[in-house]
């Protein structure tokens, strides 16, 4: 049947003109979702570091607070320094005694050189934290004695590695 319903040759260039359309239309669409997730990883990438910057503005308050508080005590802050070490720093005016760094078995990262002894005012300890590909959570808690005999701890996720 030629011209009639199934002129396969019509049905043919009908199909491929469908196909080419399909095949713009999913090129267009991966260009699209390419840029959308390029903005998504800039949006995150935004947000991280302006959290890195509230954290560090925080712990620079506390420092600041513990220098002008009546009672010498410890301040702290962690330096990423390579690889998976780390330093904590003791910025306050007392020193920390037998101090450890600490997480939960569950959050999957890994410690080496976690206890770390008395940090002085102003001194730094090294210590490792290794991730996993189960690590999710890096907030490590620094536990120490002051001066006076009481027990203290502090929360804080690890610096990000830059």
Known sequence: MVGGMWDWAAWQGIGTVVS????????????????????????ANRTATALERLVVATEA?????????PTR???W?????????????????????NTIVEVDQTQHLVLRNAKVGDVGPGDARRFLAIQTMATRDTTVTIRWTDENGQEHTWDRPLPPKR
């Open 20 to 43: 080419a359309a399909v095949a713009i239309w999913a090129l267009l669409a991966a260009r699209g979702s390419g840029r959308a997730a390029k903005e998504a990883t800039s949006a």
């Open 73 to 75: 005590g410890a301040a």
């Open 77 to 97: 802050r962690i330096e990423w320094l390579s690889g998976e070490a780390y330093l904590l720093h003791n910025d306050g005016g007392g020193t920390a005694a």
């Open 61 to 69: 308050g506390a420092i600041a607070q513990a220098r002008e508080a």
